[in-house]
Structures are given as structure tokens and as C-alpha cells.
């Protein structure tokens, strides 16, 4: 079975904050793609970035970067010296390689106050 | 830059209308999807088609539930005989393909809010 969990529903920081938004999922797949979307209240869906399952290596771009370990099936998601504009829902995702459905984890409701 | 557009971007129907929410995915994309996200809770798939064809489906999509690409640009979801319970955000979303089995990044369409009254 396919799923995605966001555990932290919602989260507030200051601007400037450092915050980070986690995602663990679970697959059955040996081959597995991990993304990550934001939502702003304006309500479409941003895709941030995609991931596979054989490339560990962290990623970074400018103020975001993202943390995959397959040893505890997380791929979380940090957001440096935040800034209002930042202020979304978070979705992370996963496709395996069985179907290309996207399985959504809850979401985390990100604010930041000035 | 491509985007995948949505029509309407809000509409009201009364339960047992039917409604037929439109998208146009970007042009040299192969597959398409339609998910939908009930206020406050997450996104859900509910059915991906290429070639023509659904490739898969959910739970979610019973027979109330059709999908049509009539044309080279549209693709459609249809709803028969909406229920309350229908009243959701409807994302459209779409990607250029797979190479093999590997799944391509998929791109949402800004969505159309249904209100079934």
C-alpha cells in the first residue's frame, strides 16, 4: 500500500524562522518517486520538487531545501529564514512505480507572521 | 511558461444536476489526471487517462463519474447527478509521460470549486 503521512497539521513561525515540514511515506516499491506541492490560499497546487528513490542526495534551492532517507522512509522538507509569502499549505506526495497516481500525505498548514 | 488551465473556476449546481468541469492540459502532454481535495482535507485521485483511455481509476470514481477528451486540447470530467457530497475543489492535472515505468512530474491546473447545493 501506498501512503503518505504529514504529521504536523499546522505551523506557525515568525518571519525568519527556520521551520521544517515533515513527510514519511510508505511504499512496497522498490523504484518511487517523492514530491513535494504547495498550496497557496489562492488554492492551486505548485510543484516544488521531484525525487527518486535511488537518489539520496539532499537538495537545495535558495531558501529551500529537502532532506530524503530512505532508512526512515522520510523526505522532509525545510524552509530557511522564512517569509510571509511562504504562508501555503504543504502536500509531499508519492507515485510509485505501479501506477502513476499521485498518493497525498494530509498536508501542513504553514503561517508565518510578520 | 505552459500551464494547465481549468473552467470554470467556480461553480454552484443544485444535487442531481450534472456538471462538466473543464481543463486544458499543457499541449505536449500525454497524460492526464483529475483529483479532487473536499475543504480542509487532502487531495485525492480520482482518475488518470492516456491514449485515449482511462488507464486507472479510484474508489471515488463510480458511475456518476466520466471522463472525455472530445477534442485535442480539452479534457472533461463529468459528473451525472451531483450529490452534496460532491462539493470539492477539482484539480486537473497533467504530465508529459513516463519513461518506462518512471512517472513524470505532474502539473495542477488552478482547479474549479464545486458547490452542489
Known amino acids: 500500500a501506498q501512503k503518505v503521512t504529514q504529521a504536523q497539521t499546522e505551523i506557525s513561525v515568525v518571519e525568519k524562522e527556520d521551520v521544517t515540514l515533515d513527510c514519511v511515506y510508505e511504499?512496497?516499491?522498490?523504484?518511487?518517486?517523492l514530491f513535494w506541492y504547495k498550496q497557496p490560499p489562492s488554492g492551486e497546487l505548485v510543484f516544488l520538487i521531484r525525487?527518486?528513490?535511488?537518489?539520496?542526495q539532499n537538495e537545495i534551492s535558495g531558501r529551500y531545501s529537502w532532506n530524503f532517507q530512505k532508512s526512515t522512509s522520510s523526505f522532509n522538507f525545510t524552509i530557511t529564514a522564512s517569509q510571509v509569502v511562504d504562508s501555503a499549505v504543504y502536500f509531499c506526495?508519492?507515485?510509485?512505480?505501479?501506477?502513476?497516481?499521485?498518493?497525498f500525505g494530509t498536508g501542513t498548514s504553514l503561517t508565518v507572521i510578520p | 511558461e505552459p500551464e494547465v488551465t481549468q473552467t470554470p473556476s467556480h461553480q454552484v449546481t443544485q444535487m442531481g444536476q450534472e456538471v462538466i468541469l473543464r481543463c486544458v492540459p499543457i499541449?505536449?502532454?500525454?497524460?492526464f489526471y483529475w483529483y479532487r481535495q473536499i475543504l480542509g482535507q487532502k487531495v485525492e485521485f480520482l482518475v488518470s487517462?492516456?491514449?485515449?483511455?482511462?488507464?486507472?481509476k479510484s474508489e471515488i470514481f463510480d458511475d456518476q463519474f466520466s471522463v472525455e477528451r472530445p477534442d485535442g486540447s480539452n479534457f472533461t470530467l463529468k459528473i451525472r447527478s451531483t450529490k452534496l457530497e460532491d462539493s470539492a475543489m477539482y484539480f486537473c492535472?497533467?504530465?508529459?509521460?513516463?519513461?518506462?515505468?518512471?512517472?513524470?512530474?505532474?502539473?495542477f491546473g488552478p482547479g474549479t470549486r464545486l458547490t452542489v447545493l
Open positions: 525525487r527518486n528513490s535511488f537518489d539520496e
Open positions: 506526495a508519492l507515485s510509485g512505480n505501479t501506477g502513476n497516481q499521485f498518493y
Open positions: 487517462f492516456y491514449n485515449n483511455e482511462i488507464s486507472e
Open positions: 499541449s505536449n502532454h500525454l497524460y
Open positions: 511504499t512496497r516499491d522498490t523504484t518511487y518517486y
Open positions: 492535472a497533467s504530465c508529459r509521460g513516463s519513461s518506462g515505468s518512471a512517472p513524470d512530474t505532474q502539473y
